[in-house]
């Protein structure tokens, strides 16, 4: 699988699009999803889709159907980039090793300032919990702590109230 994920990367490579994931589902079915910092329009998984159908068929990569998308609002945070890029948003993540007997925590990513100039090191992240007291605890975390992790906004599905 990693070979048909780096396959895809270069692929892409120059498109304007990153590869989030490279799924193989049931019944032949290759999941694909890309994501664009300004959102994946149906364009861009059109275009993507018609690259990879070429490059799949040119390389034999077994496959009976070819499905392109966005990761969606839940986009799962699969490397340091995506911990940077989404800094200061609403994240969930599952821990490796239990904290405080729990795993799974939610509240809003911090990033320290020189995460993204610093690539050599695995940068400490911090996640701002959302407890009911006004004050905000913070849990210190480094990359390698976390099993799995994507965003989790809040969703308002009220809107106007007439």
């Known amino acids: 699988m990693a070979d048909i994920f780096a396959l895809t990367q270069e692929a ?3 498109m304007d699009v990153e590869l989030v994931d490279v799924e193989r589902a049931p019944l032949g079915l290759l999941r694909v999803t890309i994501d664009r910092p300004d959102g994946v329009r149906i364009e861009d998984c059109e275009q993507v ?5 070429r490059v799949f068929e040119v390389e034999n990569v077994d496959y009976k159907r070819l499905e ?3 990761p969606g609002i839940d986009r799962p ?4 980039a995506d911990f940077i890029r989404f800094a200061n948003e609403r994240v969930e993540i599952r821990l490796r090793e239990a904290i405080d007997n729990r795993k799974v925590y939610v509240g809003l990513l911090r990033v320290p ?3 993204a100039s610093d690539t050599s090191v695995s940068p400490v992240f911090g996640l701002e ?3 009911g007291s006004g004050e905000g605890q913070v849990l210190d975390f480094t990359f390698d702590d976390v099993e799995r992790a994507k965003l989790d906004p809040i ?5 106007k109230k007439r």
Do not use: C, I, P, Y
């Open 77 to 80: 945070l699969r490397q340091v």
């Open 12 to 14: 892409l490579a120059g």
């Open 155 to 159: 969703l308002d599905f009220k809107g």
């Open 68 to 70: 392109v998308g966005s």
């Open 49 to 53: 889709s018609k690259q990879l159908s």
């Open 113 to 115: 300032e020189n995460a």
């Open 129 to 131: 919990l959302e407890t």
